[in-house]
């Protein structure tokens, strides 16, 4: 099993496995964008690269290098030709003169027949490598379906089971000046949520429904300064002048309802979007949803669902079930059973693409480790058609053409960036 170690303020934790990371992630110990040591798809001895974690989570474990990891090198049987020359050798025996091109030469062609084999062997090994990668990655992807996700929803009941899932409590209240803590209605009932107060100047203003990170509700951290490298409090946005609403979900904070991952809370965001089109102070034809995380899962299938809103952004959501819980484990507090397919296809917003009506742009990590480019899991190889519709709108590798962003030590954040978008793309701001 692969280990794993992670940097985080200068110092080296583990080793995890991938397992223990995800609960170190629920447990708050480490956050999405830190960086792990891996040595996923290296062959033994390979110095490890560095990847974040959230990637590191939402794509596929390694398969095994074909036949298995180097082992110690072999002694070669020498042949009957080999067992000859030793024997000549041994005698004293003078070799002719004339006969040492020829000895030279045999000896070259040896040399260049196995180091010919071995390229072949490397090749060939490198070869099948990805293509099995790449096999795994199809065979991982569900079918399109031919129904929007809310209409091939219709009718399915999950079978629930014990999940550790835990919620955060009570929410707590915000300052004044910068969140109104309200609840707004949802089939389940009425369900907590922070959003931007009346600026009390007599116009309409833009929105964006934020669906937060992680599992448990809202809280202090949407208004607490936060370091660039893990800031979730979509501020951006606020600071921007959008009104900001940051829903919690069913089961979560204090909220009735049980713990659905990713289904019901679905129904739950879109609530939300109808919320904060009924306030006096928002223009409901230019209502954005954004989110981080399992929040941009939680985006995703928002699109999926024909969200009535103007655009949706999703920051490193789980485009495919499938492949998060192809461990057996998933998030660590899965509430349906891990050998359901039907229950992970309703939940993977791949599956939807074609459904999809408003502009929807998905973003991942941006760091120097890819050569100032920002990249995703699919620019390792190549997407199927299902992944390809849905990374149609990756706009991140143009934003950070656009916006000269870099990583996240240097100016500008993602959140940033996607603001510098909706400006350009709105000529009526």
């Known amino acids: 099993m692969n280990q794993y170690y992670v940097l985080k303020n200068g110092d080296r934790h583990g080793p995890f496995t991938r397992t223990a990371l995800r609960g170190e992630l629920v447990a708050g110990n480490f956050a999405g964008v830190d960086l792990v040591e891996s040595r996923d798809g290296l062959p033994a001895g390979a110095a490890p690269y560095m990847v974040p974690l959230d990637h590191l989570l939402n794509s596929p474990p390694p398969l095994p290098l074909p036949g298995g990891a180097s082992g110690p090198a072999v002694a070669a049987v020498p042949t009957a030709f080999e067992r000859q020359l030793a024997v000549k050798s041994r005698s004293g025996t003078a070799k002719p003169a004339s006969n040492k091109a020829l000895w030279i030469g045999v000896s070259v062609g040896v040399v260049l027949m196995v180091a010919f084999g071995a390229f072949l062997f490397y090749a060939g090994q490198s070869a099948l490598k990805i293509y099995n ?52 209605p949802s089939s389940v009932g009425n369900l907590v949520a922070y959003v931007s107060p009346d600026p009390e100047d007599g116009a309409k203003h833009p929105a964006m429904v934020w669906a937060h990170g992680g599992f448990g509700g809202i809280g202090e951290s949407f208004w607490h300064p936060a370091s660039r490298k893990n800031d979730q ?20 904070n204090s909220n009735p309802g049980r713990f659905e991952l990713f289904f019901g809370e679905v129904d739950d965001l879109l609530a939300a979007v109808e919320y904060v089109k009924s306030l006096r102070y928002v223009d409901g034809n230019r209502v954005y949803i954004g989110g981080h995380s399992t929040g941009g899962t939680l985006a995703l299938l928002a699109a999926a669902a024909q969200a009535d809103c103007r655009a949706i952004f999703s920051f490193g959501g789980a485009p495919n079930m499938r492949n998060v819980m192809e461990d057996d484990d998933g998030y660590g507090n899965t509430p349906y059973s891990l050998d359901s397919q039907r229950d992970h296809d309703l939940r993977s917003p791949i599956r939807y693409t074609k459904h999809i009506k408003r502009p929807t742009f998905y973003f991942e990590t941006g760091y120097a480790m890819a050569g100032h480019r920002t990249w995703s ?29 870099v990583d996240d030590e240097t100016e500008g954040s993602t959140e940033e ?8 793309k709105n000529s009526d701001w």
């Open 133 to 184: 990668r790449y096999a795994r990655l199809i065979d991982a992807t569900p079918e399109q379906s031919a129904l929007p996700l809310l209409a091939d929803r219709a009718g399915h009941v999950t079978e629930w089971t014990e999940s550790s899932y835990e919620p955060d409590g009570d929410a707590a209240d915000p300052p004044p000046a910068v969140f109104q803590k309200v609840t707004y």
């Open 233 to 252: 409090s979509a501020r951006a946005f606020r600071e921007g002048g959008i009104v900001l609403m940051c829903p919690s979900w069913r089961s979560e």
């Open 377 to 405: 899991f699919f620019d390792e190889f190549p997407a199927p058609p299902a992944a390809k519709n849905l990374y149609a709108k990756h706009c991140a590798w143009e934003l950070t053409q656009e916006s000269g962003y």
């Open 417 to 424: 960036d996607a603001l510098k978008l909706l400006r350009e």
